[in-house]
C-alpha cells in the first residue's frame, strides 16, 4: 500500500506542483549547453595538441 501511495503523491507533484520549462527556455538551454560543450572540447583538443607536440620533442632529443 506504501508505494500505491507513494506513486499517487508522486503523479500528482509531477502533474500540478511542478513548473516546466517552456519550448523556448529548452532551447535557449540547449543552445547554451552545446556551445559550452563546444567550448570544453576545444580548448581539451589544444591542450592534447600541445601535450603531444612536446611529447614528441623530448621522444626526438633522445634518439
Known amino acids: 500500500m506504501k508505494?500505491?501511495?507513494y506513486c499517487k503523491a508522486?503523479?500528482?507533484e509531477l502533474?500540478?506542483?511542478t513548473t516546466w520549462p517552456s519550448r523556448k527556455e529548452?532551447?535557449?538551454s540547449a543552445v547554451v549547453v552545446l556551445i559550452a560543450s563546444l567550448c570544453i572540447a576545444?580548448?581539451?583538443f589544444v591542450i592534447d595538441t600541445a601535450f603531444d607536440k612536446g611529447?614528441?620533442?623530448i621522444y626526438s632529443l633522445a634518439k
Open 3 to 5: 508505494i500505491i501511495n
Open 55 to 57: 611529447m614528441q620533442a
Open 10 to 12: 508522486s503523479y500528482e
Open 26 to 28: 529548452l532551447m535557449n
Open 15 to 17: 502533474v500540478h506542483k
Open 42 to 44: 576545444a580548448v581539451i
